[in-house]
């Protein structure tokens, strides 16, 4: 009996040992071989790491002012693996978060433990939903972008998305430099799965760095206020205006309007989003008289006193007529540009030559982008040479045929006033940051002499004194400029429009230091379509309060020095 006793222990003793060695092994295999795999499974029911925004560098006008900056807001997360019941918390947070309730339920339902439910809500939206208390939904801080001035400059400062990163206009094209370096924290939740800390490991983010932009807020706010009122006034369709430093190319103004509010951008109309002064390109019209001026001067062609028939308004050229907007006989030099003869101008043009007129639109960097640090600008059309048909030289040189945006028209023109160079217009001085600071070099190349800039700077000063711009003068002060009033061609009937015209004004400010240039366009204007009438008195209008108020912030002698 005993024996059979001994016998059965014996068994379950063996039995014990060989379980005992199996658990052994597999304790041993799990804790060395599948170590990593175990730990990665704890931890991803504990932990999970959510990014952090570096905050976004600000934006500033050239007086240190805030344009832009980061302000701050709440997003919700949620994390599916805690959510009980899907349907009915996505058709909660649908009601209450204004979102597609069939979008929530397959956030909810994906194999993740982090998704985002709705970035940068508002504060009192923040606190309605934490009222609910929905297990598995979180908040985090994050930063939103906020423009100070609402639609001040809106098109040039551009749109920052959810995800921090630059969508247009400054924004977009010093990204990297605005946008700060990402973070990391580690989020810890009880063994219960109740509620979620912060652990101590974090990844702390980086600011981004701070952009001086060449904008004065002041000038830029009455710059819009005078253009919408000229649109408005007009019934027009819509305009822009740059102000820019003629010596170095820093660009003080850049409106445009119609424009938007990059803190309502959802309630913004598309179109009102574009840059038009870069991103549109038009005829200028008679504006573009300037080339033949300068290339005139250059080659040593005429006199000031040489006499042209302006063949009394009407004059035929191959394929249609050449008409003046009134009746001249005999124009001197001079005249023919202070009265803006078409006539006087294409004989001028003829007699100079296809090759030489196009030798000088491209000097003046016409047909190509200026460089300016703004996204989309384009490159604006010229036709060479031999391309050109009978018509063409002698519509070319006033403005028809030819493509243009507005600020490739301020800048040629600066190189009237700053004594023969071509510049590159910038948006921004510097970029800065604790013990760090980058410049915006002056890029600019001498195209003209400085005797034939000067030239052509008197007798576009005449034209303001004694010519078609006379609603552009700014008492006390040497102002010049040249009108330009362009038939907009229409493609539906295959030719010019009887009534569709754009109105343009660039002129200088030429006795202040450093000279300024400012160009007003109005697309479609109703009741006028004169430049002169139109455009012109937005130039004075913005040219008087830009002196003014530039001396008595003495900051005009060192707008946008460079090293």
């Known amino acids: 009996m005993r024996k059979k006793y001994r016998s059965r222990i014996k068994y379950i003793y063996i039995a014990f040992v060989f379980l005992f060695v199996v658990l052994s092994l597999r304790i041993a295999y799990l804790q060395i071989f599948r170590k990593n795999f175990l730990r990665n499974l704890a931890q991803k029911q504990h932990y999970r790491l959510i990014p952090l925004e570096g905050?976004?560098?600000?934006?500033?006008?050239?007086?240190?002012?805030?344009?832009?900056?980061?302000?701050?807001?709440?997003?919700?997360?949620?994390?599916?693996?805690?959510?009980?019941?899907?349907?009915q918390t996505a058709r909660v947070l649908a009601l209450n978060l204004e979102l597609d309730k069939n979008e929530i339920s397959k956030l909810l339902g994906k194999d993740k433990r982090f998704v985002w439910i709705k970035r940068k809500i508002a504060w009192d939206e923040r606190n309605k939903m934490k009222s609910l208390g929905i297990r598995g939904i979180g908040f985090l801080k994050e930063e939103k972008r906020f423009s100070s001035q609402d639609e001040l400059a809106a098109a040039t400062l551009g749109l920052v998305g959810l995800d921090n990163k630059g969508l247009s206009g400054l924004e977009l094209v010093y990204d990297d430099d605005l946008r700060g370096k990402e973070g990391w924290v580690r989020i810890l939740q009880d063994s219960a799965s109740r509620q979620i800390i912060l652990s101590p490991q974090i990844i702390t983010p980086q600011p981004g760095v701070d952009v001086t932009s060449t904008i004065d807020m002041q000038l830029q706010y009455w710059a819009e206020e005078y253009l919408r009122d000229a649109v408005m006034e007009f019934g027009a369709k819509k305009g822009s205006v740059i102000v820019m430093n003629a010596e170095n190319g820093a660009v003080l103004v850049l409106a445009n309007y119609p424009s938007f509010n990059p803190n309502k951008v959802r309630t913004a109309t598309v179109e009102y989003m574009n840059n038009y002064a870069i991103t549109e390109m038009f005829e200028p019209g008679s504006v573009f008289k300037m080339n033949t001026l300068i290339a005139a001067i250059e080659e040593g062609a005429f006199s000031d006193d040489d006499k042209f028939f302006c063949e009394d308004g009407k004059f035929k050229i191959p394929g249609t007529y050449l008409h003046d907007w009134k009746p001249y006989g005999e124009l001197k030099f001079t005249e023919v540009f202070k009265k803006s003869s078409n006539i006087g101008v294409a004989k001028i043009a003829s007699s100079l030559g296809p090759e030489v007129v196009y030798k000088y639109m491209k000097k003046l960097g016409f047909g190509s982008k200026t460089g300016i640090d703004l996204p989309g600008e384009i490159n604006g059309s010229l036709k060479d040479p031999s391309k050109w048909s009978k018509t063409s030289q002698?519509?070319?040189?006033?403005?028809?045929?030819?493509?243009?945006?507005?600020?490739?028209?301020?800048?040629?023109?600066?190189?009237?006033?700053?004594g023969g160079y071509l510049v590159q217009p910038y948006m921004v001085e510097n970029i800065s940051a604790p013990f760090f600071l980058r410049k915006t070099p002056v890029k600019k190349t001498r195209v003209i002499s400085q005797a034939g800039a000067r030239r052509a700077k008197k007798i576009l000063i005449g034209a303001v004194d004694d010519g078609t711009a006379k609603l552009a003068a700014v008492k006390g002060f040497q102002v010049g400029g040249k009108t330009g009033t362009a038939?907009?061609?229409?493609?539906?009937?295959?030719?010019?429009?009887?009534?569709?015209?754009?109105?343009?004004?660039?002129?200088?400010?030429?006795?202040?230091?450093?000279?300024?240039?400012?160009?007003?366009?109005?697309?479609?204007?109703?009741?006028?379509?004169?430049?002169?009438?139109?455009?012109?008195p937005v130039f004075q209008k913005i040219a008087e309060k830009a002196v003014k108020y530039l001396e008595e912030e003495t900051i005009l002698a060192g707008a946008g020095q460079q090293n």
């Open 394 to 418: 002698y519509i070319i040189p006033i403005g028809q045929e030819v493509g243009v945006n507005l600020i490739q028209l301020v800048r040629a023109f600066a190189v009237v006033v700053n």
């Open 487 to 536: 038939q907009k061609y229409d493609s539906k009937i295959g030719r010019y429009s009887p009534s569709k015209y754009r109105a343009n004004f660039i002129g200088f400010i030429a006795d202040v230091h450093p000279p300024l240039v400012i160009g007003v366009t109005v697309d479609e204007p109703r009741k006028s379509h004169f430049g002169g009438v139109v455009s012109a």
């Open 55 to 87: 905050k976004r560098g600000n934006i500033f006008d050239r007086t240190g002012k805030v344009l832009a900056t980061g302000v701050s807001s709440y997003s919700i997360f949620a994390d599916p693996y805690l959510i009980g019941d899907i349907d």
